[in-house]
């Protein structure tokens, strides 16, 4: 579990009650560094109409959107708390609490978005989601989180030599270092909401992100060259904190899990719709986008998986989901 070092201020963060008047409604509050309108954010704000008119309107969702809350690997630490109550988090700052987000993470696990959500849909989904419980929050569902490739404010990047020296911002992810690092590049880890002015003033060249990121986050402002690469598929996952799953009656908890997945294809609508009017719309803002070949890129990851793939369950899981059709 993490440490709670930064929680100092989290009394000044209203929680949610859910002891007192019973029928009284709870509200759940919810963190998403995302703007508002954001696939993501969309998804949890329709989880919680679900779970208001499965609960008789017991329980509402307010989703605190744009990191209001703070950037995902504190929201992480005021989820295991239970000042946080759900929590949409990319898998990366997960990576160092719960081993099994490893995977999922690594470049070039998945051969396409949809191999990814035929796996995430299926039984080692399941398996990933389990293993959130002993660190303190409880897995509900694995949302998109599109295809992440490199964009920077230098040069178009079409080959793995272009990306030599370069330095790009990362998540807060160890297997992200390491995998830019095996590219040749420098990654500097970084929390979100500080992308677009270190490459306004040049403390970093680039990052690397989906095109709805690339976009909302006005990135493409900043960094007009867009290599699809595509090195990273890794799902979004949204989990609960287990303060607040284990205040739950069993029916209710068959609520809730049963209304996050529910939300998994709104949020898969969403994002495949706002995929393709980023792209348009940074294109047509002038970013230049190229689509080196991918193979120099896979091969480079050898040393990251030989770090990271360590044991007997964690290779396991790497060939059932290569073996995935």
């Not at 779970?51 to 309107?57: A, H, I, M, S, V």
């Given at each position: 579990?993490?440490?709670?070092?930064?929680?100092?201020?989290?009394?000044?963060?209203?929680?949610?009650?859910?002891?007192?008047?019973?029928?009284?409604?709870?509200?759940?509050?919810?963190?998403?560094?995302?703007?508002?309108?954001?696939?993501?954010?969309?998804?949890?704000?329709?989880?919680?109409?679900?779970?208001?008119?499965?609960?008789?309107?017991?329980?509402?969702?307010?989703?605190?959107?744009?990191?209001?809350?703070?950037?995902?690997?504190?929201?992480?630490?005021?989820?295991?708390?239970?000042?946080?109550?759900?929590?949409?988090?990319?898998?990366?700052?997960?990576?160092?609490?719960?081993?099994?987000?490893?995977?999922?993470?690594?470049?070039?696990?998945?051969?396409?978005?949809?191999?990814?959500?035929?796996?995430?849909?299926?039984?080692?989904?399941?398996?990933?989601?389990?293993?959130?419980?002993?660190?303190?929050?409880?897995?509900?569902?694995?949302?998109?989180?599109?295809?992440?490739?490199?964009?920077?404010?230098e040069k178009p990047?079409?080959?793995?030599?272009?990306?030599?020296?370069?330095?790009?911002?990362?998540?807060?992810?160890?297997?992200?270092?390491?995998?830019?690092?095996?590219?040749?590049?420098?990654?500097?880890?970084?929390?979100?909401?500080?992308?677009?002015?270190?490459?306004?003033?040049?403390?970093?060249?680039?990052?690397?992100?989906?095109?709805?990121?690339?976009?909302?986050?006005?990135?493409?402002?900043?960094?007009?060259?867009?290599?699809?690469?595509?090195?990273?598929?890794?799902?979004?996952?949204?989990?609960?904190?287990?303060?607040?799953?284990?205040k739950l009656t069993?029916?209710?908890?068959?609520?809730?899990?049963?209304?996050?997945?529910?939300?998994?294809?709104?949020?898969?609508?969403?994002?495949?719709?706002?995929?393709?009017?980023?792209?348009?719309?940074?294109?047509?803002?002038?970013?230049?986008?190229?689509?080196?070949?991918?193979?120099?890129?896979?091969?480079?990851?050898?040393?990251?998986?030989?770090?990271?793939?360590?044991?007997?369950?964690?290779?396991?899981?790497?060939?059932?989901?290569?073996?995935?059709?």
């Amino acid at each position: 579990m993490l440490h709670f070092s930064k929680l100092a201020g989290a009394t000044l963060v209203a929680t949610s009650l859910l002891a007192g008047v019973a029928g009284a409604q709870t509200v759940l509050k919810s963190s998403d560094t995302h703007p508002d309108g954001y696939p993501t954010v969309e998804a949890v704000k329709y989880m919680g109409e679900l779970l208001k008119e499965r609960t008789n309107d017991r329980y509402e969702v307010q989703v605190y959107f744009g990191a209001q809350l703070g950037e995902e690997a504190d929201t992480i630490e005021q989820t295991q708390a239970g000042v946080i109550d759900l929590n949409r988090v990319s898998l990366g700052p997960f990576n160092s609490v719960v081993p099994e987000t490893k995977i999922p993470s690594l470049p070039y696990i998945f051969r396409s978005v949809e191999h990814m959500r035929k796996v995430m849909d299926g039984p080692i989904g399941d398996e990933i989601l389990a293993a959130f419980e002993p660190h303190g929050v409880i897995g509900l569902a694995f949302y998109d989180g599109g295809a992440r490739s490199f964009y920077n404010s230098e040069k178009p990047v079409n080959s793995i030599d272009d990306l030599k020296g370069m330095k790009f911002r990362v998540m807060q992810s160890d297997i992200f270092v390491d995998m830019v690092n095996a590219l040749g590049a420098n990654a500097t880890p970084m929390p979100y909401g500080e992308v677009y002015s270190a490459i306004q003033t040049g403390v970093i060249d680039g990052a690397e992100n989906n095109p709805p990121s690339y976009d909302t986050a006005k990135h493409a402002e900043v960094a007009k060259f867009y290599s699809l690469d595509e090195h990273l598929i890794v799902p979004e996952v949204l989990v609960m904190a287990k303060s607040t799953w284990d205040k739950l009656t069993p029916e209710d908890q068959a609520i809730v899990k049963q209304a996050a997945k529910d939300s998994v294809a709104k949020e898969r609508e969403l994002w495949d719709a706002q995929e393709k009017i980023s792209m348009d719309k940074v294109v047509a803002e002038g970013s230049t986008i190229t689509n080196p070949d991918k193979q120099p890129f896979i091969d480079a990851m050898g040393p990251v998986y030989d770090k990271y793939v360590t044991d007997a369950k964690l290779k396991d899981l790497v060939a059932r989901i290569q073996a995935t059709q």
